[in-house]
């Protein structure tokens, strides 16, 4: 790792973090997990230190480094796609029954008891439409407050639905 100048290691690992944090969540979609994409994102971070210019704010380059790199991503592989490559995207993908809800302690709504049957309805009931922000949601990635409601509507709704 190319360390750039008047900069510690640890501090360019802070930089490439705060990149990372803020810009790898953007770009969740179908099978690839926040943390699959965080860590790939700061892979990419970490080979793109060889072509820094070190004129520019490192956070800046690392940046658009990093959306230019999962927009090319996202467009060599799902960009041009045919009709049943891009069904792929936006179709539902099974979440894990051992995530953790953040709406347990905002809402009251869903009961730790019942975590695993509830993760278990939401995730055959849950529009493929909310099924991003509920991933980014439940993540702790901030989401739109109206975006927020909606889900957060749409989650009580499920769970009431059921009894």
């Not at 230190?49 to 520019?56: C, P, T």
């Not at 894990?96 to 939401?122: C, F, G, P, W």
């Amino acid at each position: 790792m190319k360390i750039p100048k008047n900069m510690t290691a640890d501090e360019t690992l802070d930089k490439i973090n705060v990149v990372v944090n803020r810009i790898a969540p953007k770009y969740t979609f179908h099978c690839y997990d926040v943390d699959d994409i965080k860590q790939e994102s700061f892979i990419i971070c970490v080979e793109a230190l060889e072509r820094y210019d070190e004129k520019r704010p490192l956070e800046n380059f690392l940046s658009v480094n990093l959306s230019n790199r999962l927009k090319n991503f996202v467009r060599d592989n799902f960009g041009h796609a045919k009709d049943v490559q891009k069904k792929k995207i936006t179709s539902p993908t099974s979440m894990s029954h051992n995530t953790n809800i953040a709406l347990t302690s905002e809402d009251k709504v869903l009961d730790r008891m019942y975590e695993k049957e509830i993760v278990q309805l939401i995730d055959e009931k849950l529009d493929a439409s909310l099924r991003s922000d509920y991933l980014k949601y439940i993540n702790g990635i901030t989401i739109p407050k109206s975006r927020r409601d909606q889900l957060i509507q749409t989650l009580k709704d499920i769970v009431n639905e059921k009894g």
